[in-house]
């Protein structure tokens, strides 16, 4: 945190999403250079994205990982649905089963909105 704290957002260039500085980190057991995103919140917090994408800009990283975190996010909680198996290798079968299960996420994710945000549902299909 003290090396986030040393960092002057003030010298990066302001985009849309507000002053992201772009420095080189390491981590460990990764060989080379990561390229790190950082971006203080307005209640003090850091927001970090790092990537081996060395070309890479704020403007294009943060929209595209922010929907990567969706995706993820949308098959956690859609995982009872089993949409990570498939039911065979027969195309029209992968296809319907798709479908399907689409039309039952669409559907899950009405019912949630109509119960509000206060309303725990678990439903096993």
């Known amino acids: 945190m003290?090396?986030?704290?040393?960092?002057?957002?003030?010298?990066?260039h302001k985009s849309s999403l507000g002053n992201i500085a772009a420095v080189y980190t390491t981590m460990k057991d990764f060989d080379g250079p990561l390229k790190m995103?950082?971006?203080k919140q307005p209640d003090g917090k850091y927001f970090a994205l790092i990537t081996p994408?060395?070309?890479?800009?704020?403007?294009t990283a943060?929209?595209?990982y922010t929907k990567r975190w969706r995706i993820e996010n949308y098959f956690k909680e859609n995982e009872?649905?089993?949409?990570n198996h498939l039911p065979s290798l027969n195309?029209?079968?992968?296809?319907?089963m798709l479908s399907l299960r689409l039309l039952t996420s669409?559907?899950?994710d009405n019912f949630r909105h109509d119960?509000?945000?206060?309303?725990?549902i678990r439903l096993r299909i």
Do not use: C, R
């Open 106 to 108: 669409n559907a899950l």
């Open 62 to 64: 943060m929209p595209v």
């Open 115 to 120: 119960l509000g945000q206060n309303t725990a």
């Open 53 to 59: 994408e060395q070309e890479m800009d704020a403007n």
């Open 80 to 83: 009872f649905l089993g949409i």
């Open 2 to 12: 003290d090396e986030f704290d040393s960092i002057s957002f003030e010298k990066y």
């Open 37 to 39: 995103f950082l971006k």
């Open 91 to 96: 195309l029209n079968a992968i296809q319907t």
